[in-house]
């Protein structure tokens, strides 16, 4: 007999390693449907029990921070809304220009504007000591193209160095650092609080210009619909006649708010982006996602009020 032709062996021999091979392949892709599955399930359940669960309760949100017990029984909000960025280390050159960064239209402030914003840090580092179930939120966003910090950490820097709140480790003060104009100072601050303690406080205090009063407490509180009755403004101005900037923070200030209370149309809007010099996003939306509605409210009619619930209203 004739030996078997060397091809027939080949293709035998082809054959086997074909139906292995093509054995394997259904099995790798087994394995992959499998954990592709597997992996699908656990984004599902994580998704439904992120959004399902509020933040305050979220055990895998409260993981990543450690907050002292105290924090959680306190009900006061105490906000400094920032001017200007404090560029410096040493407290008692805190009235030299250079040690600060200022907008356009700040170039070179009096002096004595320097002190009004030491004032109004001082002012709100009393209050604090006085009340032991208050918060200090410092508040302001990088809106300085000549700093890489924000308002707010730069005011609360500066308290801390200059030994307003009588120790290093002061834990009833931070800052806000997304805030770019003054609605935002209040909004931010109030879920920069909630970040802080888990829950909303029960009354405000705000320390600022005395010539912003009006633009606080009759259009900000307003918008957000916090009752005037818990809502306390102190206004400290520079001494002596202030009648011009009184009359800019009508016109640029006042006036705008009052035709778009929610500072989200093309005046205002621009401002916070111009203000947005390195395009920082507010995590509130996350962190807060109760108020996720208010913060992204802006009604085509530019003074209709939100009137969805919010935590700190009946309705």
Request: glycine share 6%.
């Amino acid at each position: 007999m004739l030996p078997t032709p060397v091809s027939t062996h080949r293709k035998h021999g082809f054959a086997v390693r074909r139906a292995s091979l093509l054995s394997r392949s259904r099995a790798t892709n087994l394995a992959v449907l499998g954990l592709a599955a597997l992996a699908l399930t656990s984004f599902l359940i994580n998704i439904h029990f992120y959004f399902s669960v509020p933040s305050s309760f979220n055990p895998h949100l409260n993981r990543l921070v450690s907050l002292p017990d105290l924090q959680h029984s306190l009900n006061h909000l105490i906000i400094v809304p920032g001017h200007a960025t404090w560029k410096g280390t040493d407290p008692s050159l805190r009235m030299q220009l250079e040690e600060w960064a200022f907008e356009s239209f700040q170039t070179k402030p009096e002096p004595s504007r320097l002190e009004v914003f030491f004032q109004h840090i001082s002012q709100a580092a009393q209050l604090a000591l006085a009340d032991e179930r208050s918060l200090v939120v410092f508040s302001g966003g990088q809106t300085q193209r000549t700093s890489t910090t924000t308002e707010g950490e730069s005011y609360l820097r500066l308290a801390l160095n200059a030994g307003l709140f009588h120790a290093d480790t002061f834990s009833r003060a931070t800052s806000e650092g997304f805030a770019m104009d003054s609605f935002q100072n209040l909004l931010f601050s109030i879920a920069r609080f909630h970040e802080v303690t888990g829950v909303y406080p029960a009354k405000i205090t705000v320390v600022g210009y005395e010539m912003k009063r009006a633009r606080f407490v009759e259009l900000h509180r307003q918008a957000i619909r916090w009752p005037a009755a818990h809502f306390s403004y102190i206004g400290i101005d520079v001494d002596g006649d202030n009648s011009r900037a009184r009359q800019g923070e009508h016109q640029n200030g006042y006036l705008p708010y009052l035709s778009d209370l929610y500072g989200c149309h093309t005046y205002l809007a621009n401002k916070r982006r111009h203000r947005n010099y390195d395009a920082r996003y507010p995590p509130y939306y996350l962190s807060c996602r109760e108020l996720r509605p208010l913060l992204e409210w802006c009604p085509s009619d530019h003074t209709q009020l939100f009137s969805d619930p919010l935590p700190w209203s009946a309705g």
